[in-house]
């Protein structure tokens, strides 16, 4: 499949969700590219800034199914995954779904929730399906966790485990959107909010194949050592107290896939592995005591080995190859 198509996909969907989000693209064709590679997303950033209405614009753009679920320290796995319950009319027990039985999942202030609660995600984003007593039940496709935290909030909440976090491809944050793209956001919503307007412009199957043809996007030999070599030297940094996991790299490889075909190119560049190597690797990365006192964090080591290790100068074109 031309990547034009991929391209054109990405496109009228950031436009239409241009629509409610403004001034947001970049983040919004970010979560396109994990929602291309079948990945997940952590958005870390403050209350208010358009984590829910993201999700929800996507999730109608594209006409998949939507829900939401709001963590807090009472909630219970069963009460995300679902329970099997006694049917006295049959006799019999039958499942009935939790909110994760869905397309598009919202996990709101996921770090609220007991660890306990928090893992009965991992089985969900790892292999797309759920297990309740002994019975294992597949999950809608496509199928996307976009999960939010409040970085600066730390009463009353559980920090993701490493298991957990390695699970989500990237982490992204939204930010402010300025003062102009505030005031239009005042202008849209004087009468109604522009999310109950907003149309499909997409359909799932569309994105499926889309998902299908990223998979042939090209990656050179060299830019496969260059991704291999980044995660590598996360390891080995001297900040760093547990480097990013072979996870690590298929994200950055697959994201790197994704993003190439956005740009409508059939190829990747180094300028793309350099451009995604924070959001994808970023929080994977645990670094030591004494560098997280001098306010040296994931994000920095990342940094400073993008300056250090050299970049792939040979073609990177399949025609080249």
Known sequence: ?????????????????????????????????????????????????????????????????????????????????????????????????????????????????????????LEAMEEAQITIDGATHLLPQPFLVLATENPIDYEGTFPLPEAQLDRFLMRIGLGYPGKQNELEMLDRQHQRHPLETLKQVASINDLKSAQEAVRQIHVAPSIREYIVAIVEATRNHDEVFLGASPRGSIALFNATRAWAAIRGRNFVLPDDVKFLATPTLAHRIIVSPSARMHGYDSRNVVADLLRQLPVPQTSTSPAAV
């Open 1 to 121: 499949m031309d990547p034009s198509f991929i391209r054109s996909l990405v496109q009228t969907t950031a436009d239409n969700v241009e629509n409610v989000i403004i001034g947001k693209r970049l983040e919004v064709e970010l979560v396109m590219t994990a929602l291309l590679c079948r990945g997940h997303v952590l958005i870390e950033d403050v209350p208010g800034v358009g984590k829910t209405v993201l999700t929800k614009a996507i999730a109608r753009s594209i006409g998949s199914s939507f829900r939401r679920i709001q963590f807090t320290p009472d909630l219970l796995p069963g009460d995300i995954t679902g329970v099997n319950i006694f049917n006295q009319q049959r006799g019999a027990f039958e499942f009935r779904p939790g909110p994760i039985v869905s397309q598009m999942v919202l996990a709101d202030e996921i770090n609220r929730a007991t660890p306990k609660t928090q893992s009965a995600l």
